[in-house]
């Protein structure tokens, strides 16, 4: 029988006092049927119960999928004012995308952390390569196949938050993106069932459920107000900060001036021509959320952030930060321009 031994951090196998895998490697683990694994960096290989190579050092060690939020995570993410709550959830977790109404967040697991989970219902364990597939049987046995040309579309790795410990793999249309309205529908679903809030402090004393009646009501109404840019009037004030009314934004209401007072400036900066409309729209429209105090500073990571009631998008800028994008186009100058009633039409 395979025994796990160290040397120096590193990690090996013996049998009955012989080594049968040298201690050269960051990780060495059981898998299912008797088989073990064994990783150095992000490639890792498999061992028979037996001591025979079923797999030399080559197979890619990093798994890639999305968890599920913590019940920890959840309970940080409700403490959130409404105010601060979807700049706080871009922030804290980018990315995030909806399974089945559960927000989850991109992630990868190593080899050793995911392989031990991965038995399919006839008891087989599965492991891809680029062009090979190790096959480890319920007997013992393995296979290692060829790989079809035309491989089945590529599966990620999802992780429930319950029961902890499990993987399940999915296909990558199961994910969508989460937008604004997908961020405030959950939060909808985050209901405090303590009886004294103030006193709690442990993310077990804290469960999610679907608010009811006129509760419930109150808060789609709060929501469809956000969503039909009407507004939000639920806002409560947080300490210290001035929450601005909601104000929709449309370029097409910008003062013909205002709009060739920004352009010239832009202009110098990089050629201003029909092809970088869109591009030059997003500029204007960055620079109007900063005149209207819908940019708000975080000083736990010293940057800006755009207030959540608005979508600003960054894919155009190569996903540079705000702060960086403000500064590179001297956006500064076009604050005094956007500063309400410059917007209104003319």
Known sequence: ??????????????????????????????????????RRDELFGVLASDGREASACQLPAVYNGFAELTVEEELEAFLESEATFVPFMRQRFPALQLH????????????????????????EVWLYAADRILALKPTGAWEMMKRPPKAREQQLFYAPQHPEATFRQVVPAEFVAADVEDLLRWRLRLTELTEDSDKV?????????????????????????????????????????????YKPFDIALLA???????????????????????????????????????????????????????????GWF????????????ELDKLVPLLREPATEAK
């Open 1 to 38: 029988m395979l025994s796990l031994f160290e040397v120096n951090q590193l990690f090996g196998l013996q049998q009955g006092g012989e080594v049968v895998l040298a201690p050269e490697y960051e990780a060495v683990w059981p898998l299912p049927n008797g088989f073990w694994g064994f």
């Open 100 to 123: 089945d109404d559960q927000l989850c967040q991109p992630t990868s697991w190593l080899a050793e952390v995911i392989t031990p989970h991965l038995t399919d219902e006839e008891g």
């Open 201 to 245: 402090d442990e993310a077990s004393a804290f469960n999610w459920a679907l608010a009811d009646g006129q509760a419930r009501t109150s808060h789609l109404n709060a929501l469809e107000e956000v969503l039909t840019s009407s507004g939000i009037r639920s806002l409560r004030p947080v300490a210290g900060v001035d929450i601005p009314f």
């Open 256 to 314: 013909l001036a205002v709009r060739r007072s920004c352009e010239e400036h832009l202009n110098s900066i990089f050629e201003v021509d029909e092809d970088s409309r869109v591009y030059v729209d997003q500029l204007i429209y960055l620079a109007w959320l900063w005149a209207n105090d819908f940019v708000t500073y975080d000083e736990r990571d010293g940057m800006h952030w755009v207030d959540g009631r608005y979508e600003f998008d960054n």
């Open 318 to 329: 190569d996903n540079n930060i705000i702060d960086n994008i403000y500064s590179e186009y």
